[in-house]
């Protein structure tokens, strides 16, 4: 037992009503009509803002209101410090909480708790351990009454073991920030090493011999499946395991998938492969590459994707992973050439595309001075792995 521990004596801490110790509300309506919200003003909190406010996009970011909307809607203003979740529609499903770091206006969708007599950041962390979407009665058709809100029964130290608390939680989490950032600078690092060795990939003002794409490799796009509950059982790569990756080492997280389709081994990724995304509903997403490094045999690829495969010795993997991954270059993919951005990008597109080749020497010196920052993230990433483990054990401790 740590010194923090024998401090806190849990056998002294409360159970309360929640209601009994904060305010349970839900918000207003929404007004309709963009013409309602402006660029100055109160920000006025939607259930779609919750995840981007929680990752860190500020409420001033979001939908504002003006006075004369808030006089009109007659709107009620919400205290800073208040916790939010989504008490109504799918949204309430995630179980997503967040305190607000100003007063601002509240959608109806979302219940409102305004703490009485408890830490609101003790709240928060409590109810990402006991998440409020418990409280569903019926996935059919979510919804969290304020009345089973207020019945909720919860663990309440004194207000100076609470302060405590957050303030070793905050801790481990900025801990977590850090080193997330310094993951991000990493990549910073990556791809100015890459401008400075080569310069941009569509102006080429080092003038590089440019080759077209098709001479170099080819290009197969991904498998149209099905799932179903019986059949052959297959890991499939998809748009959304690419998040910000510009390669994947493993196939673990990927989701074993049964379809009853039969799969030709020309579908299967291997080592090397860059898979791009060709089409997408979300036009930003349009192009976006990964390089494959894992070596599993049981997995293809999507049917929104165009797996590139080199032939030519002449180019590395890495190099061309990078080259499109440039912002100039992925316009050029994304445009088609015509100046606009396109739904969807096609084998004939890629077959034309231009792309500047190095000499290999140089390509390789490229590679080494990238493996080395690889090798830094895995060092950073393991840390943060560590932090974590204690947080969420931290947090098992406090709040179970």
Known sequence: MNKRERVMDKSKWEYKKLGDIALISAGQG?????NNYSPEGTPFVKAGNIESLINGLSEYDIQKVNDAV?????????KAGSVLFAKSGMSCMKGLVYTLKNDCYVVSHLAIVTPKDI????????????????????????????????????????????????????????????KQEQLKEFDKLAQSIFYDMFGDSVSNEKGWEKHSLGKMATFKNGLNFKPVDEGNSIKILGVSDFQDLKEIKTADSLSLKC??????????????????????????????????????????????CIRCRLTSDECLPLYLNFVLSTPSMKELMTSGGRGCNIANINQQALNKLMVPLPPLTLQQQFAEKIQAIEAQKELVKKSIAETQHLLDSRMDFYFN
């Open 70 to 78: 808030v006089k009109s809607h007659r709107l009620k203003l919400y």
């Open 30 to 34: 929404a007004p309709q009509g963009e």
């Open 119 to 178: 830490n609101s950041h003790y709240l928060n962390y409590y109810f990402q351990v006991h998440k409020p979407n418990s409280l569903i009665k019926d996935s059919a058709y979510p919804s969290i009454s304020l009345k089973d809100i207020e019945n909720l029964i919860i663990l309440c130290p004194s207000q100076t073991d609470q302060q405590r608390i957050v303030a070793e939680l905050d801790c481990l989490n900025e801990m977590i920030a850090v």
């Open 259 to 304: 379809i009853k389709e039969t799969v030709d081994d020309d579908y299967y990724l291997t080592a090397g492969d860059i898979v791009i995304v060709r089409s997408n509903g979300s036009k930003k997403l349009v192009g976006r590459n990964v390089l494959i490094r894992f070596k599993d045999k049981n997995v293809a690829y999507s049917g929104f």
